[in-house]
Every structure is written in C-alpha cells, then in structure tokens.
C-alpha cells in the first residue's frame, strides 16, 4: 500500500474538507435559524399579537357585559334576516345564509383585532358565490374552506400588501356595479318573475320581456316593505338634539320614544320580515295564498363535519374534488382577495373612529380561521360587513365579546325558529337585499375623482362596466390592469424640464429630471436629451440633474453608457449633478468610460466656463483626463444619508480653483 499522497489528491481532500465545511455551515445557519423563529413564535408577544383575546380578556370589566350583550343581541337581529336573504341571491337553500352566519362570531371572538368588526354573509361576497358555484351547496362549501386556506397563508406569509394594488377607484367602481347587478337580480322576487338570468346585461331584457307576469301581489309586499325599511333608516339616523327647540332637557317619554325609534330602524330588516311574515301566515290560515313563498327550510342545526369534495345527484358522483375546483377557478383567488379587501377597510375605518389600530395580517388569519372552519358547518365564503359593523359600533360595543351573543342568537334561531321561516314572502327578502345594496352605488366619488384625478375616472368606469357587462373577474382584471397602467405610465415617461444656461463661449443644456429613472425610461430619456442636444447646432455640454433619481438598474446604467459614447462620437460631453451618493456610487462600480459627476449644476457650469477661459499667463488649458481622474477613491458605503462631500477632490485649473467637483 502506497503511504504518500501526490498533490492533486491532497488539493482535492482539501476541497473536499472545505466543501465539507461549508455544507456544515449553511446546516448550522439553518438550524439557528429555525431555532430563532421557534423561540419569537412561542413568546408572551407573539401570543398576544396572534390571539387577541389574551389582551381584551385579562381586563375586561363586568360593567361592559350588559353593553355588549345589547349590540350583540342587536347584530343578531340584523343579521338573521339578512342570512337568508344572501342565501337567496345565493342562490343556495335559505339555511345555509344562517349556517355562515355564527361561525365567524366566534372565532373573530378569539382572532379577530377589531372590537367592532362583525364577519358573516355580505352582499358582494355572496353575488361572487353565486357567480362561482351555481347554485350547489357542495360548490359553496369547498370554495369556503379553500378561501379560508388562501386566506390564512397569505397571512402566515405577510402577503396582505397584495391588495394594494386593487386601487379606490377600482374598488369603488366593482362595489358599484355589484350593487346594481345584486338589485337587478332582486327584482325577480320583488316583481314574482322566474327563470331570469343572473347576468345583468342578460336579466335587464328578460325581465321587460316578462313584465306582463308580474305578480301584483309580491310587487305590492315588496313595494311597502321597501318604503318601511327606508323610512325606519331616515328615522334612526335623525339627530334630535340638534333640532331647533330641543336646547332643554327632552323628557322621560321623549327619551323612551327616540331609543324606541333607533331600536326600530336598527333592527328594521328583522321587523320588516316577520311583519311581512306574519300578513302571509294570517292569509294561509283563510286559504289565501297570494304571496310567493319562501321554500320550507331545513330545520335544526348543521353537522359538524370536513367538507364534501364530491357532488351526488340520484346516488351517482357526477363530480369529484378536481372537477369541482377546476370548476370554482379563478375564484379561488378572487372570492379570498376582496373579501379580506372589504374586511380590512371596513376594520381601518372603524378602528379610526375608536382610536386603535389593526394589524392587517391578523385579521387576514382570522377570515381565513373563521372561512376554514365555517366550511365545517357547512358555511359558504364570510367577511366583514359594514352595515352589521356600523350597528355594532351605533349600539356601543365594547369589545369581541359581543359577537359571542349574535353568534348564540344564530344558533338558537337556527334550532327554534327554522319550521317558521317558511312563511317569509319572498318579495320581502328582495326588498331587504335592494335596500341595503343601493347606498353601495359610489356615486358621490366621480366629482371627487375629476377635481383630483380625471384618469382615475377611467379605471372607475372600466371596471364598472367591465363588471357590468363582462363580469366580475373580467371587470376587476381590466380595472386593476388600467390603475396598474396609470400607476407605471410615469415610471416609462418621466417628467423633465430641459433649458439653456448661457456660458460663454458655447451655451450648455440644463436637463432636470422630475421623477425616478427606471429601465421603461431610458428610451424616452435618451429622446428627451438628444432631441435638444443633438441640433443642427448641438450644445457642447449638456448637464442632467438627478437629484430626483432614487433607485437604478442595469437597463439604465448600459443606457447611460451608450448615451456617454454616443455624445463623445458627437464631439459633446455629458455631465452628471445633484447625485444621491448610492447611485453614485454604483455608477462609479460599473465603470462608465466618460462619467463625469458635480456636486451641483452650477459647479458643473463654473467648471466648463474655467475650463473654456485659458490661463491668463501662458494661454494654457488643462482638460480634465478620464485615466488620471478614475483612481479617484469613492466612498462604498452607499447610505442616502451620507453627501456628496465625502468624497474630496479638487481639480486645478490654472487662474482658476474649482472645488466641490467629482470626475470619474
């Protein structure tokens, strides 16, 4: 056996050992990595952050059980007519509004960061159900739990910023075509038609085609529980104490009628449908079937139970877990992103008004917790609502405790009150849907967008009809794709000012760019300089000011080169100003042949007028060398913070001293 080693076997144990050590490292770094993030997820803190119950809790007062029982009980009130309404433009068997209406009572309970944030069925989360599911339960249920799970890892991976992009006008111009298209459809109940499409540039002519089978006596319920429901609004919103005469102290009586008033209008869809309720019952019991019905619900609470990924029709699987998500689509993604969008804004702005903050990642987990879970229960898609929020905050709750009470009145409505839901006209939950969705038409903005931004007129409107008459991916897609255009078109189109700054004996171009330089813009940029620069009689220096320039890439780094080059083929120079030092400093690490930089326009001017001007005694110019000037040391710490001052130098010109000037 051989006992030496030659040298290219020991070169290669040595690399070997080094690899060795090398893969030992990144194992460590990792194993201390995941060691630091198990130890920040598992402390008091992180806890807390994650749990918000473990902050009210410990320190709520006796004093607030009354207060948030009251609003809980009153949101419960609301929301029980409203369930099944949703559930009808659902297009689902009434039960199931009821079945997305508790679960997110509870669990926001434990999660949720908002006091006054109540989760449940809303309008627009609903009519994007009923566009994504037609109508089947199954549908409805795995499109909740897979919402819930979008939901909930774009939370544990921070991804909430992604809604940004869906800009205002984008959003008011979707929630007011949904508005429309959820009253058209309601029209259906109100006026007694059947078979009209869901659509609503389909359901418009169909429902003139069959106007002449309207029945008179659901248009005549839905007309009067419309007027009852906007006049219980009017009067809850009047503000008595600030009515003329009322600067004493109203009395006893007159307190009562007022809580007895605002009691009326806030729970005024309730009283609507078991008025309404009530006159159909009292007819059936004489033989007076008039109304159109609601049909006969399913009685009793839901299983508690993993949802079913496979649709059953006369004992046959017809569809199975892919079919029916291939089926969903894209509203895996669309249902998840607007309703954690409708949420988040719902809790900033009634956060604003309580003087707290939320913390959009947490209630990103929280709908995604409550939509997961809810698919248990067979619950279709939840999120914020804004009407149930307001009566929640109106009826002065206090903390996350009183979505427990309307989660529990839910439950027993569902156990107790189910063989009575029968009787509701159908025209009355119509009239509860069209009421609640026509203050969502964003009318009032369009004024606002032509005095600030007229081009923000053009993404409202586009996404408004592409809502509309495409639909409500198509019509996000052109909206958001229009606002994204809006957004970049300055990034490819900067704005700059471009002026001549007399020197003698040549003049010198002044060329300030006004916002950031990106890759888009080099082309446009080059445009902008040569147009002026390269004239008949072209300027022998041209000076850009970037003191807007923030950020840059390689695009524009290689298009200021060719530039360089393409003015010293001209026999011109280009000339640099106003520089932040980072960019600076990387444009010094790429090594552009030709850079020349100076603190300010004017030293660049009082440079050339010295460099243009011989000296006095020996008629000599000294021109400044690219060679001699590239040992320059510049600074790498590219901070924004640190100034152009950092780097020294001072170039001599004879008769004439030059300071504060920076050549590369």
């Given at each position: 056996?051989?006992?030496?080693?030659?040298?290219?076997?020991?070169?290669?144990?040595?690399?070997?050992?080094?690899?060795?050590?090398?893969?030992?490292?990144?194992?460590?770094?990792?194993?201390?990595?995941?060691?630091?993030?198990?130890?920040?997820?598992?402390?008091?803190?992180?806890?807390?952050?994650?749990?918000?119950?473990?902050?009210?809790?410990?320190?709520?007062?006796?004093?607030?059980?009354?207060?948030?029982?009251?609003?809980?009980?009153?949101?419960?009130?609301?929301?029980?007519?409203?369930?099944?309404?949703?559930?009808?433009?659902?297009?689902?068997?009434?039960?199931?509004?009821?079945?997305?209406?508790?679960?997110?009572?509870?669990?926001?309970?434990?999660?949720?960061?908002?006091?006054?944030?109540?989760?449940?069925?809303?309008?627009?989360?609903?009519?994007?159900?009923?566009?994504?599911?037609?109508?089947?339960?199954?549908?409805?249920?795995?499109?909740?739990?897979?919402?819930?799970?979008?939901?909930?890892?774009?939370?544990?991976?921070?991804?909430?910023?992604l809604v940004n992009f869906i800009s205002f006008p984008v959003l008011a111009g979707f929630s007011s075509a949904a508005a429309i298209t959820i009253a058209t459809s309601q029209v259906k109940l109100v006026l007694g038609l059947k078979n009209i499409p869901r659509s609503f540039i389909k359901a418009v002519p169909t429902i003139f085609q069959k106007i002449t089978h309207t029945n008179l006596s659901d248009m005549g319920m839905g007309i009067v529980?419309?007027?009852?429901?906007?006049?219980?609004?009017?009067?809850?919103?009047?503000?008595?104490?600030?009515?003329?005469?009322?600067?004493?102290?109203?009395?006893?009586?007159?307190?009562?009628?007022?809580?007895?008033?605002?009691?009326?209008?806030?729970?005024?869809?309730?009283?609507?449908?078991?008025?309404?309720?009530?006159?159909?019952?009292?007819?059936?019991?004489?033989?007076?079937?008039?109304?159109?019905?609601?049909?006969?619900?399913?009685?009793?609470?839901?299983?508690?139970?993993?949802?079913?990924?496979?649709?059953?029709?006369?004992?046959?699987?017809?569809?199975?877990?892919?079919?029916?998500?291939?089926?969903?689509?894209?509203?895996?993604?669309?249902?998840?992103?607007?309703?954690?969008?409708?949420?988040?804004?719902?809790?900033?702005?009634?956060?604003?008004?309580?003087?707290?903050?939320?913390?959009?990642?947490?209630?990103?987990?929280?709908?995604?917790?409550?939509?997961?879970?809810?698919?248990?229960?067979?619950?279709?898609?939840?999120?914020?609502?804004?009407?149930?929020?307001?009566?929640?905050?109106?009826?002065?709750?206090?903390?996350?405790?009183?979505?427990?009470?309307?989660?529990?009145?839910?439950?027993?409505?569902?156990?107790?009150?189910?063989?009575?839901?029968?009787?509701?006209?159908?025209?009355?939950?119509?009239?509860v849907i069209i009421s609640a969705v026509i203050q969502m038409v964003e009318y009032s903005v369009i004024p606002v967008f032509w005095r600030v931004k007229k081009l923000d007129l053009l993404a409202f409107f586009v996404t408004f009809f592409g809502v509309l008459l495409l639909g409500i991916q198509y019509g996000i897609a052109l909206g958001v794709g229009v606002s994204l255009i809006i957004l970049l078109y300055p990034s490819a189109r900067p704005r700059a000012t471009v002026y001549p700054a007399s020197i003698a004996p040549?003049?010198?171009?002044?060329?300030?760019?006004?916002?950031?330089?990106?890759?888009?813009?080099?082309?446009?940029?080059?445009?902008?300089?040569?147009?002026?620069?390269?004239?008949?009689?072209?300027?022998?220096?041209?000076?850009?000011?970037?003191?807007?320039?923030?950020?840059?890439?390689?695009?524009?780094?290689?298009?200021?080169?060719?530039?360089?080059?393409?003015?010293?083929?001209?026999?011109?120079?280009?000339?640099?100003?106003?520089?932040?030092?980072?960019?600076?400093?990387?444009?010094?690490?790429?090594?552009?042949?030709?850079?020349?930089?100076?603190?300010?326009?004017?030293?660049?001017?009082?440079?050339?007028?010295?460099?243009?001007?011989?000296?006095?005694?020996?008629?000599?110019?000294?021109?400044?060398?690219?060679?001699?000037?590239?040992?320059?040391?510049?600074?790498?710490?590219?901070?924004?913070?640190?100034?152009?001052?950092?780097?020294?130098?001072?170039?001599?010109?004879?008769?004439?001293?030059?300071?504060?000037?920076?050549?590369?």
């Amino acid at each position: 056996m051989c006992d030496t080693v030659d040298s290219g076997t020991q070169v290669a144990i040595h690399e070997l050992g080094n690899r060795d050590g090398e893969d030992q490292g990144w194992r460590e770094d990792i194993k201390q990595g995941c060691s630091r993030f198990l130890r920040s997820c598992c402390t008091v803190k992180t806890a807390k952050t994650r749990l918000p119950i473990l902050t009210w809790l410990p320190t709520y007062r006796l004093a607030w059980l009354f207060r948030d029982f009251v609003a809980g009980f009153t949101v419960g009130l609301t929301v029980i007519p409203q369930g099944l309404a949703y559930a009808a433009l659902a297009e689902l068997p009434l039960q199931y509004g009821l079945y997305s209406a508790f679960m997110g009572c509870f669990v926001y309970c434990v999660f949720g960061g908002s006091r006054h944030v109540t989760l449940g069925p809303t309008a627009i989360t609903t009519l994007m159900v009923a566009e994504y599911v037609n109508g089947e339960p199954v549908y409805a249920v795995v499109l909740c739990l897979l919402a819930g799970c979008v939901q909930f890892l774009m939370g544990v991976l921070h991804l909430g910023f992604l809604v940004n992009f869906i800009s205002f006008p984008v959003l008011a111009g979707f929630s007011s075509a949904a508005a429309i298209t959820i009253a058209t459809s309601q029209v259906k109940l109100v006026l007694g038609l059947k078979n009209i499409p869901r659509s609503f540039i389909k359901a418009v002519p169909t429902i003139f085609q069959k106007i002449t089978h309207t029945n008179l006596s659901d248009m005549g319920m839905g007309i009067v529980c419309f007027v009852v429901l906007i006049v219980l609004k009017k009067l809850k919103e009047v503000d008595w104490d600030k009515k003329k005469g009322t600067l004493q102290k109203p009395p006893l009586w007159q307190k009562i009628l007022r809580k007895v008033l605002w009691l009326f209008g806030t729970v005024r869809n309730a009283v609507v449908v078991v008025a309404a309720s009530l006159v159909a019952y009292g007819l059936l019991t004489r033989g007076i079937s008039t109304f159109t019905l609601t049909k006969e619900i399913k009685p009793g609470l839901p299983a508690f139970q993993p949802p079913q990924f496979w649709l059953v029709k006369n004992g046959t699987v017809v569809k199975n877990g892919p079919e029916i998500i291939q089926d969903i689509g894209v509203g895996l993604v669309i249902v998840p992103l607007i309703g954690f969008l409708e949420s988040i804004a719902i809790g900033k702005a009634f956060a604003r008004k309580g003087n707290y903050r939320i913390d959009a990642t947490q209630e990103l987990i929280a709908i995604g917790v409550t939509n997961m879970l809810g698919s248990f229960v067979s619950a279709y898609p939840v999120t914020g609502s804004f009407g149930r929020t307001a009566v929640n905050y109106q009826s002065g709750v206090k903390t996350q405790l009183g979505g427990l009470f309307t989660g529990i009145l839910v439950i027993l409505a569902l156990a107790f009150l189910t063989p009575s839901f029968k009787y509701i006209p159908s025209a009355a939950l119509g009239a509860v849907i069209i009421s609640a969705v026509i203050q969502m038409v964003e009318y009032s903005v369009i004024p606002v967008f032509w005095r600030v931004k007229k081009l923000d007129l053009l993404a409202f409107f586009v996404t408004f009809f592409g809502v509309l008459l495409l639909g409500i991916q198509y019509g996000i897609a052109l909206g958001v794709g229009v606002s994204l255009i809006i957004l970049l078109y300055p990034s490819a189109r900067p704005r700059a000012t471009v002026y001549p700054a007399s020197i003698a004996p040549d003049d010198v171009l002044i060329v300030q760019l006004e916002s950031g330089l990106n890759f888009p813009a080099v082309d446009y940029m080059r445009d902008v300089v040569a147009k002026d620069a390269f004239k008949e009689k072209p300027y022998k220096n041209v000076v850009m000011r970037c003191c807007c320039v923030s950020d840059i890439d390689c695009t524009v780094v290689q298009a200021l080169d060719q530039l360089i080059e393409e003015f010293e083929a001209r026999g011109l120079k280009l000339h640099f100003s106003c520089m932040r030092p980072d960019i600076r400093a990387a444009l010094v690490r790429s090594k552009i042949k030709g850079f020349r930089y100076f603190k300010t326009c004017e030293d660049a001017i009082a440079a050339m007028r010295a460099v243009s001007e011989p000296d006095q005694e020996n008629g000599e110019v000294i021109m400044t060398d690219h060679a001699l000037l590239s040992n320059i040391d510049t600074p790498d710490d590219d901070t924004p913070g640190n100034t152009p001052d950092n780097v020294p130098c001072t170039i001599h010109i004879p008769a004439v001293n030059v300071s504060k000037v920076t050549a590369v």
